[in-house]
């Protein structure tokens, strides 16, 4: 099966500061590449999403990183807040065209007042 | 605009019963998608519909777990001879079109006693 590798499992960063998530993934026919934010008790909301033909995205605060030669894209939430704590999944479709999504494991963000 | 709603919130059943679960996409979303989420895991790609017609059932655990659309809008996922093992949230997304941003439901969650 086809996998997107997530890290760090869990993370603490104290508000204001930058909290970086990786992924990694296997197949190079991957063609979107997004983000969804899950508070609890809540389905996942999609963040921000990216396509290989640019390397950075920005929206506001989040921002996407790729690195297609890597096969690897990461997010950047710069100047965290309490509000950001939650769940981040990195996801990828598993075939192209058509966005059967694989998720990775998920990250647990804790943003510190 | 309303968002995906599934229902019920909260299903507790007993192991061998049989159990139905139902989710209202966005009005005018052609794609439905159901995924399954397991406790500190992302979700899982169960079956994919483009209008009525199950695109792609590949994520189906077993045949006891079945899915309808029968009016190209609402979907049923359907469990029968439920086990403990079934426990999990269930999701549904939808998206505007075959490949398009998928939006999530609030999720079902499914205890099997």
């Known amino acids: 099966q086809q996998q997107v590798k997530q890290s760090p499992q869990s993370l603490i960063v104290q508000k204001g500061g930058i909290s970086i998530i990786n992924c990694a993934y296997e197949?190079?026919?991957?063609?979107?590449f997004p983000w969804y934010q899950q508070f609890p008790g809540k389905g996942p909301a999609l963040l921000i999403a990216?396509?290989?033909?640019?390397s950075e995205k920005k929206e506001g605060r989040f921002t996407i990183s790729f690195n297609k030669s890597a096969k690897q894209f990461s997010l950047h939430i710069m100047d965290s807040q309490p509000g950001d704590s939650a769940t981040y999944f990195c996801?990828?479709?598993?075939?192209?065209?058509?966005?059967?999504?694989?998720f990775g494991t998920g990250t647990r963000l804790l943003v510190s007042p | 605009g309303a968002g995906v709603s599934q229902t019920p919130s909260n299903k507790v059943t007993e192991k061998g019963k049989y159990v139905e679960l139902r989710c209202d996409p966005i009005?005018?979303?052609?794609?439905l998608y159901w995924y399954r989420q397991s406790l500190g895991q992302g979700p899982e790609f169960l079956i994919y519909?483009?209008?009525?017609?199950?695109?792609?059932d590949s994520g189906l655990p077993n045949d006891r777990f079945f899915a309808v659309r029968p009016e190209g809008s609402v979907s049923t996922l359907k469990i029968q001879r439920t086990e403990r093992g079934d426990s999990a949230v269930y999701l549904c997304?939808?998206?505007?079109?075959?490949?398009?941003?998928?939006?999530f439901g609030p999720g079902t969650r499914l205890t099997v006693l």
């Open positions: 997304a939808s998206s505007a079109s075959r490949g398009g941003e998928q939006f």
């Open positions: 197949n190079t026919a991957f063609d979107y």
């Open positions: 990216i396509r290989p033909d640019v």
């Open positions: 996801a990828a479709p598993r075939n192209t065209g058509f966005q059967k999504l694989v």
């Open positions: 009005s005018g979303h052609t794609a």
């Open positions: 519909f483009q209008g009525t017609g199950a695109a792609d």
